[in-house]
């Protein structure tokens, strides 16, 4: 098989979370303990920094790597999803895994592996692991699938864990209150390895002071320090980071919600450096946060497209993002906002487009998945709360509406999904 072929057949194969949600989730780590030990134990053979939460993960765990890389250390780099290739969620120093690594890897191990029939995610996990293995990677930074206790990457013992935040989402496997949802992130929280938590409430608090004293693992709260004492959106579409301990940061990654964000790196940041082997400078951390996307590849988090109309996408998908970019687009200062929308069908569509500002135009669609909601549904529930607009099959066909009809002035923002920006994305690198 080539390339595009072994990627089909991991699809086609295993239970993808991406292609039928609550259907490709398997409780239990049976699967991938096989799996680990058939490969010899490959996560033993490096650090890892393990980072959970409902949202902000990908920014801070890109971050981390950024500032790590920086550093001089050779940082492996696991996330999920991908939005437009397969391989971006395995990265070494920014660059992904070679085509002929993932090729090889199923070939080799396809004898093994189909009799257990894994999880899309549990063998996307362990190819991660091998390669970092192979890389020779002096840390890897591994975010968490969903949840965090049962989670396939829940098998490594890093130096730290990160928790950023609780929100709700996933609440068909996780629990509909946000006490059970840290319970479940709060699994990763291991014997002597640092916790940091990024936010927390009356309702999560308890629940991680609990476990850690349990466990016995030092825990701090980012809020209870802040190092990041205001934020300022910069020029050029990122933040202005004013710091206690760092004086001025600038960041690349845009968005409200990245305060809180840049806060959990930091503390993060020195919790690292409380460690042997670990002098991180303060040049380190600014160039990091200067350079995360073009250092990791990170895409979809307030990413600015273009200008005249100026085009932005999002990746937030759940209440608790979009808490932030809601107030994000009601802000915003243009002739005309355009907003480009859809989502799957595990979340909760009606809170968050009850959130969305009521003075701009929408182009209501559906991603190129099959869990995402039909256009036509969008758009009733859309006209149900005062939202006006079309409604278009393709995420393609919805965008280049927006932008013929818009003017230099206006803004274009296209997101609700993470598929939706990957099918954006997509189509603009073709």
Sequence with gaps: MNYNQTVQYLYDSTPVFEKIGVGAYKEGLSTTFALDEHLGHPHRHYATIHVAGTNGKGSVSHTL????????????????P???DFRERIRVNGECVSEEFVVDFVEKHRHFFEPLHPSFFELTTAMAFDYF?????????????????????????????????????????????????????????????????????????????????????????????PIVERMA????????????????????????????NANTI?????????????????????????????????????????????????????????????????????????IVFGMVDDKD??????????????????????????????KEIGQSLGLQGEAYPTVAEAYNAALSAASDDDFIFVGGSSYVVADLLSTSKK
Excluded at 151 to 165: A, G, Q, V
Excluded at 169 to 178: K, V
Aim: proline letters at 4%; aromatic letters at 6%; one cysteine or more.
């Design 82 to 84: 991908h939005l437009v």
């Design 349 to 378: 569509i009606h809170t968050v487009m009850a959130m969305l500002p009521k003075d701009a135009t929408y182009y209501f669609t559906k991603a190129d998945c099959k869990r995402a909601i039909p256009e036509s549904t969008v």
């Design 233 to 260: 959106k910069s020029p050029n579409n990122g933040n202005r980071y004013y710091t206690s301990k760092y004086g001025y940061i600038q960041g690349q990654l845009g968005g409200s919600y990245q305060l809180k």
């Design 133 to 225: 293995a192979q890389e020779e990677v002096d840390i890897a930074v591994i975010e968490v699938g969903l949840g965090g206790r049962l989670d396939c990457t829940n098998i490594i013992t890093p130096l730290l864990s990160i928790i950023t935040n609780i929100s709700l989402d996933h609440t068909q496997l996780l629990g509909n209150t946000l006490t059970a949802i840290a319970k479940e992130k709060a699994g990763i929280i291991k014997k002597d390895v640092p916790v940091v938590i990024g936010e927390a409430n009356e309702e999560t608090r308890p629940v991680f002071e609990q476990t850690a004293e349990r466990v016995g693992a030092p825990i701090v709260f980012a809020e209870d320090h």
């Design 266 to 338: 930091l503390t993060a940041i020195e919790r690292l450096c409380d460690l042997p082997h670990f002098a991180v400078t303060k040049d380190n951390i600014k160039k990091g946060f200067a350079d995360v996307c073009q250092s990791t590849g990170l895409m979809g988090r307030w990413q600015q497209l273009s200008e005249h109309p100026t085009v932005v996408c999002d990746t937030g998908h759940n209440v608790g993002g979009w808490l932030y970019l809601s107030a994000q687009l009601k802000s915003l200062e243009c002739k005309h906002l355009r």
């Design 65 to 80: 790597a950024a500032i790590l890389q920086q550093s001089g250390k050779r940082v492996g780099l696991f996330t999920s």
